[in-house]
């Protein structure tokens, strides 16, 4: 079967910094996601992993470890707008299928 | 640059009537896929289309379909609505699979 897993909730305190993690178990893999999503919106892309490593991009970095089925997502400097719910997904095929298969979110709160 | 966009934002229907949504992919992508996303939820994948060709299919009854056409917009179709029907659905555009962009999404109400 395929399955994501990640924290149902996270809390952390404004200027902190968070880590969300997401643990991975598909049929193949082709890629990971990282997005963004507030409230009634569609989910925002943040970033892509496809191999071993850290990605850094301003505030927000992604870790990927595919021998463990493993990634992070890391929140630095947090501000109270990156309170939403962040979404892991994985691209299990290569090509032309971009099928994603999606963990259930991870909602982050962010307190003064 | 326009991001992918979809209509109608909001709509509510009945059980039993027939929806239409329609989504226009980033300008140059080539690919469309189509999610469901429940309160609460991750979005469940329903179709994707590449050049026109369904190219993956997700669990869904075959009250839901789709098509691309030749400009590589897609319409999604949904069949003798229910009320477990009602969700957000997204449209995303890829053009090489390492982004995928989603559009504002559809609120669906079925009553």
């Known amino acids: 079967g395929q399955n994501i897993d990640q924290p149902t909730e996270m809390t952390a305190t404004e200027g902190a910094i968070v880590q969300i993690n997401c643990t991975y178990q598909t049929s193949g893999f082709n890629g990971l996601f990282w997005y963004q999503q507030h409230a009634g919106e569609a989910p925002t892309f943040l970033s892509y992993?496809?191999l071993d490593g850290l990605e850094e991009k301003g505030r927000f970095s992604s870790f990927l470890s595919r021998s463990k089925g493993y990634s992070y997502l890391l929140l630095k400097e947090l501000q109270m707008k990156d309170s939403a719910s962040y979404l892991c997904?994985?691209?299990?095929?290569?090509?032309?299928?971009?099928?994603?298969?999606w963990g259930l979110g991870t909602s982050l709160a962010v307190n003064p | 640059d326009a991001g992918v966009t979809q209509s109608p934002t909001h709509l509510i229907k009945t059980r039993g009537q027939h929806v239409t949504l329609r989504c226009s992919p980033i300008?140059?992508?080539?690919?469309v896929s189509w999610y469901q996303q429940v309160l609460g939820q991750g979005p469940q994948f329903i179709f994707q289309?590449?050049?026109?060709?369904?190219?993956g299919r997700g669990n869904f009854p075959d009250r839901f379909s789709a098509r691309q056409f030749p400009n590589y917009s897609s319409e999604l179709n949904v069949n003798a609505l229910l009320l477990g029907d009602s969700a957000l659905y997204l449209c995303a555009s890829s053009l090489s699979g390492t982004s995928v962009f989603f559009g504002p999404g559809t609120r669906l109400t079925v009553l």
């Open positions: 992993n496809v």
């Open positions: 289309y590449y050049e026109k060709e369904e190219r």
């Open positions: 997904a994985v691209s299990p095929n290569a090509g032309n299928n971009r099928k994603l298969i």
């Open positions: 300008s140059g992508h080539k690919s």
